[in-house]
Every structure is written in structure tokens, then in C-alpha cells.
């Protein structure tokens, strides 16, 4: 962790107190399962921090102990099990068909193309420019001026990591900086459908604060009546916009109210 801090801030913890503030979490959540915590792929689990349920995926410290211990002690020992008893006659599962040539071949190409560029940039120097990006326009307090601004310099950024980027090593090695470069590659258009998620979602909730919806209190502005819903964004290729769908949220028992922390 200290050397973590170092690296991040340029100073050293053991010789000056550590600087701590409040951050967001920007990806809060994972695969979606069952109560059997089968994902929507049959056969497919994900347990522990891969799912969506109590803390979702992206955790710190010892909080997810209790995912693990409730996914892999309580539930998936008394699950699991039945899927496997009826499924242990099916044959080995073959790799020769047409979807799986195109993932492997789709996978490949990007690798390709990655170690071709050939830049000056290193995959941790695009990544620190892209956190800069979302920090200033896309943290916890966001507008509508700074997220189209956010927009139009993660597109830029994006185009100037497919011409200067530098990946060190061989392809087909154990090679962590390529490792590193395809996250990123993945982190522009993440950071994209955070951005336009932030803009499409015209209220302030939770973790989503809008300076322009807030009361004369500053307190969040929500807006039950048109935002009550999951955003599910589907992907629809490099070129062009994700599509939106959503995913209404009733409320039975407990209706939802405003909350003041004043």
C-alpha cells in the first residue's frame, strides 16, 4: 500500500502523513445471477466479487469477506452441486465452431494491432490521463458543460493511444504491459459510457450528483418519476453509440424519499 501511495503521489509515506479525501467508485457492480448465483449463461457461476449482490465488484480492504464466505459457504455448496449432477453426462465441450474462430480471431487482431503501433507512450501513462479526465469532469460533482468536454477528450485520447502507444516485450510471452494496454484499450469505452450514462441520467441520485439538480439546500435533486430504472447499455461496435435499455424498478413495500444529511 505505501509503495502504491508512492508511486501514485510522488510522495513517501513513511517520511510524510499520508493524504487522504473522498473518491467515487466508478464501476460499482458485476455480473448479474441468480438466486443459485448462475449468471444468465447456463452453467456459468460467479460468486465472490465477480457478482453484483452485496458490495458488488469493485471492493476494498476485508468487505468482501462476507461475499465470500455467503456465496461460497452458504450457497454455492448446496447449488452448484445439482447443476453438475445433471450435467455429468454431457460430453466434452468442443472448441470447433464458427463464434469461437471469431473470438479467437477478433482477440488476436487486437493484440496484433496493439504491439504494432510502436509509440513513445507507455499503456500507464494513457491510463493516468484518462483518471485525469474523469476526476475533473466526471467525479462526484458532474455538469452538463463538463461532460461533453469529457467526452470529446476521451475520444481524442483514444485515437492518440492507437497511434503513440509503446508495448514492451513479445506477444506471445507472459507480457504484463500488454495485459495493461488492452485494459486501457477497454477503459476509453468504459469511461465513455460512464460519461454518457452521467448525461442521459438528468437528476442527481446516490453517487450520481448533478450540480444542476440539486435543492437550495444542496442536497440531491432525484427524479423518481423518469429515472427509476437500470440503465443496461448494449454494445453495438467500435464506431457507434451503445444502446440504452432499461430496466424498470418497482417498488412494492418501500417507496422511495427524499433523504437529507442536514
Known sequence: LFDL???VTGINPYEEPMRIYPASHYTMG??????????????????????????????LGASSLMQCSGDGYFILPVTIGDYLADDIKTPKITTDSPE????????????ERLMSVNGKQSPTSFHKRLGHILWKYSGMKRNEEGLKKALVEINELKEEFWKDVNVVGEMNDLNHELEKAARVADFFDLASLIVMDALNRKE???AHFREEYQTEEGEPQRD???????????????????????????????????????
Not at 455480473?31 to 469493485?58: C, K, Q
Not at 473470438?103 to 493484440?111: C, F, G, H, I, N
Open 204 to 206: 442527481s441520485c446516490g
Open 100 to 111: 469461437f474462430d471469431e473470438s479467437e480471431k477478433a482477440v488476436k487482431e487486437k493484440l
Open 30 to 59: 458485476g455480473l448479474w445471477v441468480d438466486y443459485n448465483l448462475m449468471t444468465t449463461i447456463p452453467g456459468l457461476y460467479a460468486i465472490g466479487e465477480a457478482n453484483f449482490s452485496d458490495h458488488g465488484a469493485n471492493r
Open 5 to 7: 501511495y508512492n508511486k
Open 224 to 262: 423518481d418519476e423518469n429515472y427509476s430504472y437500470v440503465a443496461a447499455w448494449e454494445y453495438t461496435g467500435e464506431t457507434s453509440d451503445p444502446k440504452l435499455h432499461k430496466e424498470e424498478l418497482k417498488f412494492e413495500f418501500v417507496k422511495p424519499v427524499q433523504r437529507s444529511y442536514k
